[in-house]
């Protein structure tokens, strides 16, 4: 049957808010070469995907139909690669990101890596990448006389390389880097980022080990080690103390319990695990893929607000089973960016489905998030995730072969697979299984937007309602109210007036240890990791903070990600704004005070002098014009072109840190040159250096570092009163919120892990 005799009088956006089409005719509705829409509806792009995931089954057309089923009213959400890419017969990958090979420890490796990890973002996949193998900085390299720059200085290579990649038009990059706890840098690695604008396109994590934890609770010493050799020894709480230190100050680095992550691996008998993906929700052997979707458990649950609300547990298996099939077949349809990643995939076909809109269920079943009652449910529907999900891929594997590296007797003897319940043991000690791995839960922040605005992934809902504001194409700013999924669903039953529940509560409602008990009962049936955000109030004491790491460890969880709202992060949601951004030109006085910088660039053998004047404004001193000055003349056009728009934009007033944010992303193709220890990619960027330079020197701006290493500055000059969270890079509004351990923008959908 032709999937177009199913298309919809309406489609299901027309009766979404306004940020779920704007957001999916952005990044996952297919166009032209031309930007001529091809997807006229959502529901043509459900119908793309399911087409060509049912490509893959010898007779597809017994499976289209019920895969865009799966797909429509969104039930089974995809991610966002196979959105925007499945049907589209353009060259991507399916899958979000990779985990890199192994480096070994020579520079042909370190920069035959660099390539490969090149190739990998130009089509789109975020990277993860373990650097402990590489020898600590001062180490002797043998053969050259010469000593080691450490795996920091390669990370800043790397780091170089992802800005590159974006500045060509690419997809923003994501990219993860671990370092093992006992690595002679790791302590320079804990800090890297309090270092302005350094490793701004990594998220960090340290890999912590077992003997580790057991190392803090004793406060006993702690040996840093390469290559056999013992470097120095601290004490292991001291070393705890600079990790959750940093992470107080800045929200990275994350923590990974490596050893626990391999224990719990069902391939333990055939890989080993050094890494993980951007968002830390897939951990990720050598060029392991992450393939990832979520159940919609939103849209599940029957007789909302009421006694007997519920999700129908034979109407979920029957989602997940077609969901698992779904994903099993991307793998075949997908491309991949290098061939040793296809091989990886093929060899296991590990997949990561996992669950979005937890928190609006939980609320719709009268469950309040971070409750003991919740916590209890949000495990058993991911149990009954979890038995569908095994059960389906021991029958895939009956009809289709099991995963080329299986092996029965070390698969069933793996830890995970013993705490499985009879019925799934015999099938796959019957069948074999398809999947090595079936269950993650991943950041949803985009796809649970265009959902009609869902909670994300296992997170709390954040906001139950904040002010957007939309950029208009005359360069207006208009503000619309989105509220959550949940919220409305209450609404449209008891009437705009009613008031909410007592199972409505959001992210900072929550305490630290109820952000935990809810991660930890996932994980107990996720058999990959899970993205989640511990958030925790400004005002947390330190030994509260770090009981909160303590807590995840003794509780099963594979990794710890907080956020705390400070001075260098800002708060992360403006949730009511309380002005909008002022519309009226500034006025020059005649009289204005400044500042000159000097500014050298390699290829000219005269000076630059940029002079940015400012001007006061409610108490505020702010940028007001700029003037660049030369004897080379060379670059004259351009300059002035420059500082005049730049000037122009000052004088409109409100906002204006992204300026400085913009010109640093400029490359020039010639190449830039590094200057007091870090790389500036053109001149362009350096001008935007010395603006940004320019606002921290007069108060305008704050501190830059932002928690997942973004640089965008926070605006200073806000009312009293108002709460502004982290400047988005895109659309320049306060607003980032960190959710499922990845920044995203309430007003714009951006999201710094694609």
């Given at each position: ?7 919809p ?60 089923e ?100 690419a ?5 993860m ?48 080690v390469?290559g ?16 959750t ?17 391999n ?26 893929a ?28 029957d ?21 040793a ?7 296991k ?6 669950m ?36 389906t ?5 009956q ?51 265009v959902?009609?605005n ?32 949940a919220?409305r ?9 009613a ?34 955000t ?21 509780s ?18 403006e ?17 204005l ?14 000076a ?14 702010r ?16 300059v ?9 934009v ?18 020039d ?11 500036v ?14 606002m ?22 806000a ?23 990845c ?12």
């Amino acid at each position: 049957m032709d999937m177009l005799e199913f298309a919809p009088a309406s489609s299901a956006l027309d009766r979404a808010a306004p940020i779920s089409r704007q957001i999916w005719d952005a990044k996952y509705r297919l166009k032209g070469a031309n930007g001529d829409p091809v997807d006229r509806m959502i529901e043509d792009s459900w119908r793309r995907v399911a087409r060509a995931l049912a490509a893959a089954e010898t007779e597809p057309s017994l499976w289209e139909g019920r895969f865009y089923e799966a797909l429509a009213d969104f039930r089974f959400m995809p991610a966002g690669r196979i959105m925007a890419g499945a049907g589209s017969e353009r060259r991507v990958t399916l899958f979000n990101c990779f985990v890199m090979g192994e480096i070994e420890d020579d520079l042909g490796s370190i920069f035959a890596h660099l390539r490969e990890a090149a190739l990998t973002m130009q089509q789109g996949g975020g990277i993860g990448y373990d650097f402990s193998s590489l020898r600590p900085k001062g180490a002797p390299v043998k053969g050259v006389g010469a000593d080691a720059s450490g795996p920091l200085s390669f990370m800043d290579v790397w780091d170089s390389m992802c800005r590159t990649i974006m500045s060509a038009g690419a997809r923003r990059g994501a990219m993860m880097a671990t370092l093992r706890c006992d690595h002679p840098d790791i302590e320079a690695f804990i800090a890297a980022k309090r270092e302005p604008g350094r490793l701004r396109n990594f998220n960090l994590s340290v890999l912590v080990t077992d003997p580790f934890m057991a190392a803090v609770e004793a406060d006993a010493d702690w040996p840093l080690v390469f290559g056999g050799t013992t470097y120095r020894t601290l004490r292991a709480r001291a070393l705890f103390d600079s990790i959750t230190r940093a992470t107080y100050d800045y929200a990275e680095p994350g923590v990974i319990f490596i050893d626990r992550i391999n224990a719990r691996n069902n391939l333990a008998y055939c890989e080993t695990i050094h890494a993980t993906n951007p968002c830390g929700e897939q951990p990720l052997p050598p060029y392991g893929a992450c393939l990832l979707g979520s159940v919609n458990m939103a849209r599940l649950v029957r007789a909302p607000f009421t006694p007997q609300a519920r999700i129908d547990e034979a109407e979920l298996a029957d989602l997940v089973a077609i969901a698992i099939r779904m994903m099993d077949n991307t793998i075949d349809v997908s491309g991949f960016p290098l061939e040793a990643q296809q091989r990886e995939a093929q060899a296991k076909r590990r997949i990561g489905l996992g669950m979005t809109g937890l928190a609006d269920a939980l609320a719709m079943s009268g469950l309040r998030y971070g409750s003991v009652e919740a916590a209890e449910r949000a495990e058993d529907w991911a149990r009954q995730i979890s038995r569908a999900a095994y059960l389906t891929s021991a029958h895939l594997a009956q009809e289709k072969g099991a995963f080329p590296l299986f092996d029965r007797e070390a698969y069933l003897a793996g830890e995970t697979i013993c705490e499985m319940d009879e019925d799934v043991r015999a099938a796959i000690a019957a069948n074999g299984i398809r999947n090595a791995l079936l269950t993650s839960v991943a950041p949803t922040g985009t796809i649970s937007l265009v959902a009609d605005n869902v909670s994300s992934g296992v997170e709390p809902v954040f906001a139950l309602a904040y002010t957007r504001k939309v950029l208009q194409p005359d360069g207006t700013r208009t503000e619309e109210e989105v509220s959550d999924y949940a919220v409305r669903r209450f609404r449209a039953l008891f009437g705009e007036n009613a008031p909410l529940p007592a199972s409505f509560v959001t992210a900072l409602d929550l305490t630290p240890a109820e952000h935990v008990r809810m991660q930890a009962a996932v994980q107990r049936h996720v058999d990959s990791a899970i993205s989640k955000t511990v958030n925790v109030p400004e005002d947390i004491g330190m030994e509260a903070f770090q009981a909160v790491y303590l807590d995840a460890y003794r509780s099963g969880c594979k990794g710890c990600t907080t956020y705390r709202p400070n001075a260098i992060t800002g708060s992360v949601l403006e949730v009511k704004p309380a002005a909008p951004i002022p519309g009226d030109l500034l006025l020059r006085s005649e009289k204005l005070s400044g500042i000159t910088y000097k500014l050298r660039w390699p290829d000219s053998e005269h000076a630059m002098y940029v002079t940015v004047n400012d001007i006061e404004q409610d108490g505020i001193r702010r940028p007001f014009e700029i003037f660049c000055n030369s004897k080379n003349l060379e670059h004259y056009a351009w300059v002035v072109a420059l500082t005049r728009m730049i000037s122009a934009v000052f004088r409109r007033g409100g906002e204006v840190a992204f300026v400085a944010e913009e010109l640093k992303q400029v490359f020039d193709p010639r190449g830039g040159h590094w200057s007091n220890g870090r790389y500036v990619p053109s001149l362009v960027a350096a001008i935007g250096d010395v603006i940004e330079r320019h606002m921290l020197e007069i108060g305008f701006l704050a501190e830059p570092e932002l928690a997942g290493g973004l640089t965008a500055p926070i605006a200073t000059n806000a009312r009293p009163g108002t709460h502004l969270g982290p400047i988005c890079p895109k659309c320049s509004q306060p607003g980032l919120v960190k959710e499922a351990g990845c920044l995203a923008c309430v007003h714009c959908g951006w999201s710094k892990c694609g």
